[in-house]
């Protein structure tokens, strides 16, 4: 069998910051994560199969609460493929954690309630 595609030595590879990468770091936060929303994304980390989301996504969803810290939490359910997002952001707006759920929403719901009565 003959491979048609030439072998490129890694060196030539170039990794850089271009496409979407630019436009997420104007959406990510650069403040310190505070206790509470360290406890907070501890809680969402056990809900299962919840997967980390783009930054740029935070534009789209809605604030929910703020918790102790001035954390604000938004949520977003995306109208094409139905997940359900949950963003931790600054008071700023810029994001400290996103996830995503597609399958496990129900798990989600209870851990935004748990999140609210524990930390608000």
């Not at 534009?59 to 997002?85: A, E």
Request: a positive charge; one cysteine or more; proline letters at 6%.
């Amino acid at each position: 069998m003959v491979n048609i595609f030439p072998r490129i030595p890694f060196s030539k590879f170039k990794i850089g910051k271009w496409g979407s990468k630019v436009e997420d770091q104007k959406w990510i936060s650069s403040q310190p994560i505070a206790t509470t929303t360290a406890a907070v994304m501890q809680i969402l980390a056990t809900v299962p199969r919840i997967a980390y989301c783009r930054p740029n996504l935070i534009k789209h969803s809605q604030s929910k609460f703020i918790l102790r810290d001035g954390t604000l939490v938004k949520t977003w359910t995306s109208p094409f493929f139905r997940d359900d997002y949950i963003f931790l952001a600054d008071p700023d707006g810029k994001m400290i954690y996103g996830g995503c759920v597609w399958k496990h929403k129900e798990q989600l719901k209870d851990a935004i309630e748990l999140i609210s009565r524990r930390f608000t």
